[in-house]
């Protein structure tokens, strides 16, 4: 696969920064001692596997959205960003027009090893967890819901933070407390939950519904939670038109469930190599973003 396709980023590629890391989504470089350089590239993850075929304009999306709910949850809690221009760390044109519009310099943060996902809605694996056993991540819930149904109230039902290739996994409250102690931990629930709130009620006034949603968080040299990686995008969240929703049926969302629904209908196990997407799916994907990026930025 090039580094370019179609038009859009499969990888990235900087000649002026050394490549720390490449995620399903991510590419990571060296800036300084104290900075990093993100790069969302068009990549598209599913059920953990990095699909073969990058979706356009993808990683631009992401950027965008992220750095809106960035700056609108600044007051519950500080976040990764700093006020440095990824054009102003590279140093040739040529990396500086693979870095526009889709880069941010963030400050070097540790990295706490958990996803703190937030759920409104029963779906995805709560639902298949709550089928199976009636909780989701040891919460026990009433007998009586159905798929996509409300939850009572927003439940914090983190989840490992699992290795490239590997598959996260549901874990319980108590299992965050013996990863980062019981202080963190209450902290790490609290802001989840404050920002789940928070953004619920702005897409309520958006027409969207935030079935469920998941943060990443680091440590500073004090010991101070941030809030890093992304944040509230169709990559990292369920987003259901409020006009379609109805308990009980799988609803329409502007987000990669129109993938992972088309990779459920294939002979595939879930393990790579992944199939390649039909061109119709790979259009209908990037128009799901770019409808998500303008029923929430405006």
């Excluded at 976040?79 to 963030?106: C, F, K, M, Y």
């Excluded at 699992?162 to 549901?170: I, K, L, M, P, T």
């Excluded at 040299?221 to 890093?228: F, P, R, Y």
Aim: hydrophobic content about 40%; aromatic content about 8%; charged content about 25%.
């Amino acid at each position: 696969m090039p580094a370019n396709s179609g038009g859009a980023l499969f990888e990235s590629n900087l000649s002026s920064l050394p490549l720390l890391l490449r995620g399903k989504v991510r590419d990571i470089y060296d800036v300084d001692d104290g900075h990093l350089l993100i790069v969302a590239s068009d990549r598209l993850s599913a059920f953990d596997v990095i699909l073969p075929d990058p979706i356009p304009g993808k990683g631009k999306v992401l950027t965008q959205i992220s750095n809106f709910w960035f700056r609108r949850m600044g007051d519950i809690i500080p976040n990764h960003l700093t006020e440095i221009q990824p054009a102003d760390v590279v140093g040739n044109g040529a990396d500086r027009e693979v870095v526009a519009e889709r880069s941010v310099v963030v400050k070097k943060l540790k990295p706490l090893p958990l996803e703190a996902v937030v759920r409104g809605y029963l779906i995805g694996s709560g639902w298949r967890d709550y089928c199976a056993t009636g909780e989701v991540s040891g919460i026990q819930l009433p007998s009586d819901l159905v798929m996509a149904a409300p939850l009572p109230e927003p439940l914090f039902t983190p989840s490992s933070k699992a290795a490239a290739g590997e598959h996260d996994e549901n874990i319980t409250y108590r299992e965050v407390k013996q990863l980062v102690g019981d202080d963190m931990a209450q902290r790490i629930k609290q802001v989840s939950l404050e920002i789940y709130a928070a953004a619920r009620d702005y897409a309520s006034s958006r027409g969207l519904i935030i079935a469920d949603t998941k943060f990443e968080f680091g440590t500073d040299d004090q010991g101070q939670l941030v809030l890093i990686d992304e944040i509230l995008t169709p990559d990292s969240s369920r987003f259901w038109p409020s006009e379609s929703y109805v308990p009980g049926e799988s609803p329409t969302s502007f987000d990669k469930q129109y993938v992972r629904d088309y990779l459920d209908s294939l002979d595939w196990n879930k393990q790579p190599p992944a199939p390649q997407l039909p061109a119709l799916i790979i259009e209908r994907t990037a128009q799901k973003y770019h409808q998500a990026m303008e029923k929430i930025c405006g």
